[in-house]
């Protein structure tokens, strides 16, 4: 029998799909693997290829099997095809289909829509690995280190398992997208990545931290909707995914966490308690809370955008074929189809912002934004918590929707975080408030220099509360390679 | 009053509410509200499947109660409950094992300390209990060797298990349940045997994920017997780990002075092999004494005689030899007085004592005369020390 808990190692690729058994599959997964290889060695600078790494590996997909930890060499870190385990008897979780058994092939009619998602989840994943590529040469700690690489190469490997269903399911087609998810490029003139967000620049790590709290949030949701797909493997595909996604979510929540608590800490060890107090704050050699709160502003915004228009029938459409669900769609107690239900939008209206109700199945997107959003404020709360418990007067906020936005009924329009419409001499009077300036971004720039001694800390970040894999502060989560 | 309980709790300052371990539980044991995720005490089965799946750390938290904290005062937490002082009986008390066999099994093994064990300050955090009897790690046989002399009437042997795959995080000092095949007399399948872990936490060869023990073969033991018997390529079905206050400090200051009989040394080749892969440039800072009948009873005479005397002083009693007079560990002890009354007064000094139960009262007796003739009372001595973490003793 089949095991499809165990990863198999019998060939190239570990998996838990039978690859062995599937010829054409494992045929056309192997000649792409090169290319694969390639795309990673030019992307990391070479001591970090050559050095070990305390990273988690997945050996089964059962909850005691997907977090081995041991040292390993990027370059040998086991990336492959896991899928969640099948559910006996799934049934499609929403839309017209819903109650039918799940499909475990794709259907002719849902064939290049389906196709299309997995290439935009797709393209996202080696993306951020590109953005990421020079930060190791800063990192705070070699924890911090270690967390980056273990991001990257997870995002790696959900690259391969968008992958595997494109060649698995999609046949000529799905190999071409394939090898065009390793020759666009986050950033590139001829080829950029799909999504506006993963053509920006990561330039260090408070950068970093948003986008792993923020962006990546975004990348959680979508997973959580295709999680709920009516086409199984997907669904196992992404089920799996989430479990590592988890991870990125950790280390955005507590890097930005432990940068608030740092400055926090040097701002009471200086005896400066307004946090406005900018250059003496800054002269600490920390980050001071207004300049996070104007990163917050932008990650956050930046990542709405990536929900796409408020309403959108392509969602509608996906939602009402079954091929992409809604968050906790199982834990929603309504009839799965939307028929008749209305959901309240954002909408400009003569110049001013109005909600109004318009068919729940058209506001697929608005509603998984929405709960982006409720999701992403938990971490700002804990922020806060951090800020009180340290005794400074200051409050992380959550910008208003319409603030700072490209895509939606927001777009080309102006205003202010807490949502008033502006006008442009208004609003570039105010932006350097709200947003991260050329002069914030060198500031921060400034404080990136390495730290590599284990148990040690760049000055503008605190400690963790807890190692990694129950380490002690001092484990040398990385053994740098040294030329 | 009501048995005290185990009680699995989620730290809300370390919590990033992924809901990863909510969605893992079989049990539906685990929720969350706006504010906290929480774990109902009256469905967890400790199977400790959310345990690995958590990306923080948050998950591994312990708490034994005599009433369980409710589901609603675990929401209103902002931050996890110090342990409250519940009572001095290990066993029921303490957090060596969540399973009461081994629990017991344990606390009868520390009882010697005179009051329950502390951990040292700076030791690591250990895992406990994430295999167990529904839930047993497979294990295969790597190696058996014999330690002990081919013409002694004891045999020893040094065995090697590989965990392959499987996750087995295990720290110096603890123990593993091993499960005999078979049934007893009544029919049951056999209860595991704990047996110390001794080899160092990245195991046997660093980072392949063996670990070894040293089990000697006992006159119709059905454990030790089925293990001194196993082959290359066996499998075994263990539990574990178990233990969570006879660890290793971190801190390379900590002075050790580790006493054991036969097997009794398994954890501390654990302690040693960490010290040398660590800080192998310590000096002075680890004594073993250690007694066997001869010579060639004694378990890995060979290799320690490679360990430098720099970096362990070694105090090696044999009470059967032809050419002297008996010797027990307590008069080795004796004999290096001095060392060791400075050891017993000085706040990085640990002790740790291993092996028969037989060893306990005279060892205990040097160790007190020690202390008299530089005017420190034992008791109190050790009382202090153990409160401290720095006194521990496992005998069986």
């Known amino acids: 029998m089949l095991d499809l808990i165990n990863v198999s190692y019998d060939t190239q690729i ?54 081995k930890f041991d040292y390993v060499k990027m370059p040998e870190y086991r990336w492959g095809v896991l899928l969640a385990p099948q559910v006996e008897d799934r049934r499609i979780p929403c839309g017209e289909h819903f109650g039918e058994p799940a499909w475990q092939e794709v259907p002719g009619e849902y064939r290049s829509l389906l196709r299309r998602l997995i290439v935009i989840q797709g393209d996202t994943e080696p993306a951020s690995v590109e953005q990421q590529r020079f930060l190791g040469l800063t990192a705070p700690s070699l924890y911090d280190m270690r967390n980056l690489f273990q991001v990257n190469v997870e995002e790696g490997r959900h690259l391969w398992a968008m992958v595997y269903l494109l060649h698995k399911y999609f046949g000529r087609d799905g190999r071409e ?60 595909t992404c089920r799996f995914m989430l479990t590592e996604e988890a991870h990125h979510m950790f280390v955005g929540e507590t890097g930005v966490g432990r940068t608030i608590q740092r400055t926090c800490e040097a701002m009471n060890a200086a005896g400066i308690t307004d946090p406005y107090d900018i250059d003496k704050i800054r002269d600490l050699g920390v980050i001071d809370l207004p300049l996070i709160q104007k990163k917050l502003n932008m990650h956050y915004t930046l990542s709405l955008d990536l929900f796409g228009q408020e309403v959108s029938t392509n969602a509608a459409n996906a939602f009402n074929s079954g091929i992409k669900g809604r968050y906790m769609e199982q834990r929603i107690d309504d009839d799965h189809k939307l028929e008749g239900d209305t959901y309240k939008v954002w909408d400009m209206v003569d110049g001013k912002m109005v909600q109004h109700e318009v068919p729940a199945l058209t506001a697929i997107n608005m509603r998984l934004r929405d709960d982006y959003s409720r999701d992403a404020a938990g971490g700002v709360g804990r922020w806060n918590k951090i800020i009180a418990k340290l005794g400074v007067q200051f409050e992380m906020t959550l910008p208003h929707e319409s603030f700072n936005r490209k895509i939606g009924v927001f777009a080309d329009k102006l205003f202010d975080p807490t949502g008033n419409l502006l006008s442009g001499a208004e609003y570039d009077a105010g932006e350097a408030n709200w947003l991260p300036t050329h002069a914030d971004g060198d500031f921060i720039q400034s404080l990136m220099k390495p730290c590599t001694e284990p148990g040690k800390y760049a000055g503008w970040i605190a400690p963790p509360k807890v190692g990694i894999d129950n380490k002690p502060g001092d484990f040398e989560y990385v053994k740098l390679h040294m030329a | 009053m009501t048995k005290p309980l185990k009680q699995h709790l989620i730290d809300p300052e370390i919590c990033i509410r992924c809901y990863t371990c909510e969605m893992t539980c079989a049990l539906g044991a685990i929720e969350h509200d706006d504010n906290n995720v929480v774990v109902d005490a009256s469905k967890c089965n400790f199977c400790m499947d959310c345990i690995p799946v958590c990306p923080t750390g948050s998950i ?23 342990q409250q002082e519940i ?310």
Not at chain 1, 28 to 38: R, V
Not at chain 2, 308 to 332: I, N
Not at chain 2, 344 to 366: F, S
Request: charged residues 25%; proline residues 6%.
């Open chain 1, 14 to 67: 570990p998996n838990n799909v039978g690859l062995s058994s599937d010829k054409r599959v494992l045929k056309a997964l192997e000649k792409w693997h090169p290319g694969y290889i390639n795309w990673w060695s030019d992307l990391i600078p070479q001591n970090f290829q050559e050095s070990l790494i305390y990273l988690r590996t997945a050996v089964s997909v059962d909850p005691k099997g997907w977090a």
């Open chain 1, 177 to 236: 997208e394939a090898d065009d998810l390793l020759r666009r490029s986050s950033g590139s003139e001829e080829a950029p990545r799909m999504l506006g967000a993963f053509n920006e620049e990561t330039p260090d790590w408070l950068s970093f931290f948003m986008f792993t709290y923020f962006t990546d949030r975004d990348g959680k949701m979508q997973l959580e909707s295709l999680a709920q797909s009516g086409f199984d493997p997907l669904s196992r």
């Open chain 2, 60 to 82: 591994d938290e312990w708490r034994v109660v005599t009433d369980p904290y409710s589901v609603e005062d675990q929401f209103g937490w902002d931050e996890l409950p110090d």
């Open chain 2, 87 to 396: 009572g001095e009986t290990e066993a029921d008390t303490g957090l060596e094992a969540i399973d009461e066999t081994m629990a017991a099994l344990l606390a009868e093994a520390h009882k010697g300390a005179g009051g329950k064990a502390k951990a040292p300050a700076s030791a690591s955090k250990p895992t406990i209990n994430m295999y167990n009897l529904g839930k047993p790690a497979q294990a295969t046989v790597q190696g058996n060797y014999r330690l002990t002399d081919e013409t002694s009437d004891s045999d020893v042997r040094h065995i090697i298990l590989n965990f392959a795959n499987l996750p087995f995080p295990v720290l110096e000092g603890q123990s593993i349940g091993i499960i005999p095949p078979g049934t007893d007399a009544d029919g049951k399948p056999h209860l595991p045997r704990l047996y110390s872990v001794s080899s160092p936490r990245d195991g046997e060869r660093a980072n392949f994920n063996n670990l070894s023990l040293t089990v000697k073969r006992e006159d119709r033991g059905v454990c030790s017997n089925y293990i001194c018997d196993l082959k290359q390529g066996d499998t075994v079905q263990v539990t574990g780990p178990f233990g969570a206050t006879f660890l290793l400090p971190s801190d390379p200051d900590a002075h050790l002075l580790m006493i054991c009989t036969g097997t009794g040394s398994a954890p501390f080749r654990g302690f040693t092999m960490r010290r040398q892969r660590e800080n192998p440039s310590l000096t002075g800072s680890l004594t073993l004494a250690f007694g066997a009948r001869r010579q060639g009873e004694l378990p890995y005479f060979g290799p320690l005689k490679k360990v430098p005397e720099s970096f362990m002083k070694k105090l090696f009693a044999f009470s059967r030899r032809e050419d002297g007079p008996k010797q027990y560990v307590q008069d080795k002890l004796r004999e290096e007085a001095a060392q060791v009354a400075t050891l017993l007064q000085d706040p990085g000094g640990y002790i740790y004592i291993c092996g028969l139960k037989a060893m306990e009262q005279g060892v205990e007796e040097a160790l007190s005369d020690i202390a008299r003739s530089v005017g420190l009372d034992w008791t109190s001595l050790r009382d202090t020390m153990r409160e401290d973490g720095r006194y521990h003793v496992e005998t069986y």
